[in-house]
């Protein structure tokens, strides 16, 4: 983890994780939404599915967002909301459109399938509610949610 | 993550190990390029070490899929798959494209 990275929680139990956007970091960002997915009581499918989601948002903001330069600011912040585990990450990179990304063609033969896509594929399948808001001038936000004791 | 390969008669065995991300997805792809390279085509990928495959991992997989079938010269087979990863692979439609086996032994065997 870089020298950034710092770990907060406040008394509403809002953990928050801030580090640069380097691929390395990648490990340390599942361990913590790992850790605090199984703190709110999901069984471990649910956990490894929104760290997954979470790790392929994540490395669309590092290689998009900054477009692979490694000294911008990943954050990203969990909490429960009513049955719900809600993980919102933040970036000031550029503007991402996620309407601008095609669908994955998933059921096409394998010679005919695109490259990209399939990050955004995961996170929308995995999670509950994916949701993006672009800033004004830079930075972007997604905000996902997991039913706590919800079934894959 | 750690990644040992194998060169046995009939097909490489490769052994990825531990969480394959953006970040270390590149040694997954290298390994299976370094067995093409070596003009190994019949790969056999031990699954069972493996924690997590993002979709970067899964588009090296493919990779080498498409590679080693090229002119009917080989195959990547995939052996003991851990719950979750064949989770994974089933979102990503490629399930049901590759071969697996329950265990490592079967897969070799079966080139």
């Known amino acids: 983890m870089s020298a950034l990275a710092s770990v907060s929680s406040t008394d509403d139990a809002v953990s928050e994780l801030c580090v640069r956007s380097q691929a390395s970091n990648l490990a340390s960002i599942a361990e913590f939404v790992s850790g605090r997915a199984r703190q709110s009581g999901m069984d471990e499918n649910?956990?490894?599915?929104?760290?997954?989601?979470?790790?392929?948002?994540?490395?669309?903001?590092?290689?998009?967002?900054?477009?692979?330069?490694?000294?911008?600011?990943?954050?990203?912040?969990?909490?429960?909301?009513?049955?719900?585990?809600?993980?919102?990450?933040?970036?000031?990179?550029?503007?991402?459109?996620?309407?601008?990304?095609?669908?994955?063609?998933?059921?096409?033969?394998?010679?005919?399938r695109d490259i990209g896509g399939l990050g955004l594929f995961f996170m929308r399948q995995l999670m509950d509610r994916v949701e993006f808001r672009a800033g004004d001038l830079s930075g972007n936000m997604v905000e996902m949610t997991k039913a706590i004791r919800g079934r894959r | 993550m750690e990644i040992r390969t194998t060169h046995l008669k009939r097909c490489d065995l490769i052994e990825p190990k531990g969480r394959f991300d953006s970040s270390t997805s590149a040694d997954l792809e290298a390994a299976l390029r370094a067995s093409m390279d070596a003009g190994i085509y019949r790969l056999v990928l031990d699954m069972s070490g493996v924690e997590y495959l993002s979709s970067a991992a899964i588009r090296a997989l493919v990779m080498a899929y498409k590679e080693c079938r090229r002119w009917n010269r080989g195959d990547v087979r995939l052996a003991a798959v851990p719950e979750r990863i064949q989770h994974v692979l089933e979102l990503a439609g490629i399930w049901s494209l590759i071969q697996t086996f329950d265990t490592t032994t079967l897969a070799v065997g079966s080139f």
Do not use: K, W
């Open chain 1, 46 to 112: 649910t956990v490894f599915d929104v760290q997954m989601a979470v790790d392929e948002a994540c490395t669309n903001i590092i290689e998009h967002a900054y477009a692979g330069r490694g000294d911008g600011e990943v954050r990203i912040c969990c909490y429960v909301r009513d049955a719900d585990f809600v993980v919102r990450i933040s970036d000031d990179g550029m503007p991402f459109d996620p309407d601008a990304v095609p669908e994955p063609r998933i059921g096409a033969p394998i010679e005919e």
